[in-house]
């Protein structure tokens, strides 16, 4: 008999399937935080070059600095030598001139922080020059996403590989959070996408395996929709935690907390690991279920006394 049939035989949906959904459904509404996150860790910013560190000896303030060394609606270049000209109300361009000379910064940008106080932005300076690097961190993400939906395998088991997956994940995604350089944080945004697949590939699957099979389709648009709420979360979350570190960390801690729930809590493959029925408690046999081979064997009739041998011929 299939192990879906078995099910409807036995009772189909019951309060074990609808708190295995729940307890799987719980972090597939955070992963949306991991898959989107750098949407605002890496957010964008109004960012201008640095002046000279001589520039502070003049005694202007902020807005004047900026306007003596950095072209107006300039983000990646400043003044080689300071514009004074620029303070005066009708000031104009020495006569004879070009245009003012003006160089790379090399003293770093000034940022606007009245949005996210830090990203992974203004932490590594990825602007101008170094603007691609911030599609590398999430192209190398994508990367892990697509290597760890290859690698996830189903000979130890989907609950033991599950359990392995939520711990890569809050490992890794704590480790991001303390990432001293770029380098090593796409190392650890590359691992945490390969835990992502094993927890989608295995959690759905080990989902809708004990559904019967007319409550399939319901689970898993439930699922779907779980991790669609997981994204407003995220947008919510995000806007409390304006630090991409603290953020970056809040959203990994809890996947500590479900590795240990799901060891304890969620079954295996069912097909993998049978229940073992004492055959006491067995019928002989049941209409229904004519395939179910009988645990206690029918007596047989006595067989009738055998005959003395004849006795040998001389």
């Known amino acids: 008999m299939a192990f879906a049939s078995l099910l409807e035989h036995v009772g189909g949906m019951g309060r074990f399937q609808v708190l295995s959904v729940l307890l799987l459904s719980l972090p597939v509404l955070m992963m949306a935080s991991h898959n989107l996150l750098q949407n605002f860790t890496a957010a964008g910013s109004e960012h201008r070059c640095r002046p000279r560190p001589e520039a502070n000896a003049t005694g202007l303030d902020a807005e004047a600095l900026l ?16 514009q004074w000209w620029l303070l005066e109300a009708n000031g104009s361009a020495p006569n ?59 000979g130890f088991g989907r609950r033991s590989v599950l359990t392995w997956c939520y711990l890569q994940m809050a490992v890794m995604g704590t480790c991001s959070s303390f990432a001293p350089t770029f380098s090593m944080y796409c190392l650890f945004r590359f691992l945490t996408g390969m835990a992502f697949s094993g927890i989608v590939l295995n959690g759905v699957s080990l989902s809708m395996e004990w559904m ?11 699922m779907g929709y779980c991790y669609t709420v997981g994204q407003f979360l995220l947008a919510g979350v995000a806007f409390a935690i304006p630090d991409w570190r603290r953020l970056q960390l809040v959203v990994s ?62």
């Open 67 to 82: 306007r003596v060394w950095v072209p107006r609606g300039e983000r990646c270049r400043r003044f080689v030598a300071p």
């Open 96 to 154: 004879g001139s070009s245009g003012p000379e003006t160089e790379p910064c090399g003293d770093g940008w000034i940022y606007d922080r009245s949005v996210f106080t830090s990203t992974i932005i203004t932490e590594w300076d990825l602007v101008c020059s170094s603007r691609g690097l911030k599609q590398l961190a999430q192209s190398l993400y994508m990367a892990g996403v697509l290597v760890g939906g290859g690698s996830c395998r189903e």
């Open 212 to 222: 019967p099979t007319h409550m399939r389709a319901l689970v898993g648009t439930f």
């Open 253 to 314: 801690l809890p996947f500590f907390g479900t590795s240990i729930i799901f060891t304890s809590s969620i079954p295996a493959h069912p097909i993998h690991e049978p229940t073992t029925i004492p055959p006491s408690t067995l019928p002989l046999s049941h209409p229904s279920c004519p395939d179910l081979p009988s645990p206690r064997r029918v007596p047989s009739a006595p067989r009738p006394p055998q005959s003395p041998p004849c006795p040998s011929r001389p």
